[in-house]
């Protein structure tokens, strides 16, 4: 099972960016999808989640105005919109996927997420 994200790069405070994550060896499609991120000299925090069949999304108090979660079932994939990006936004974005269909509370944890893309991180310049 390979998780895949893309869309990463450097922009500038106040732009938009859109990750995708698509999904290779199985689907999530009786699970769960979302987002996570790590800045810098921080811990790993959740960003966004939701069950592929409905339920949530579940997000992030302070993210929650400005980052949201959808999927493409057709393509198997999923994304990460950001919008209004702050300095502080800076960090690796993870994709994570779970066949499991994760309570709200599960989601926000990293341990309950069997499946992780790789990481891409995004730079936002002030």
């Known amino acids: 099972v390979q998780l895949q994200a893309s869309g990463g790069g450097l922009v500038q405070a106040g732009d938009s960016l859109r990750f995708s994550c698509s999904v290779s060896?199985?689907?999530?499609?009786?699970?769960?999808v979302g987002w996570f991120r790590q800045a810098p000299g921080k811990e790993r925090e959740f960003v966004t989640g939701?069950?592929?069949?409905?339920?949530?999304?579940y997000s992030s108090r302070s993210l929650k105005d400005r980052f949201s979660i959808s999927r493409d079932s057709a393509k198997n994939t999923w994304y990460l919109q950001m919008n209004r990006l702050k300095p502080e936004d800076t960090a690796v974005y993870y994709c994570?996927?779970?066949?499991?269909?994760?309570?709200?509370?599960?989601?926000?944890?990293?341990?309950?997420?069997?499946?992780w893309g790789q990481g891409t991180k995004v730079t936002v310049s002030s």
């Open positions: 994570v996927g779970d066949v499991s269909s994760l309570i709200m509370s599960s989601m926000f944890s990293a341990e309950s997420w069997h499946y």
């Open positions: 060896g199985r689907t999530f499609s009786n699970g769960a």
């Open positions: 939701m069950r592929w069949r409905g339920g949530g999304p």
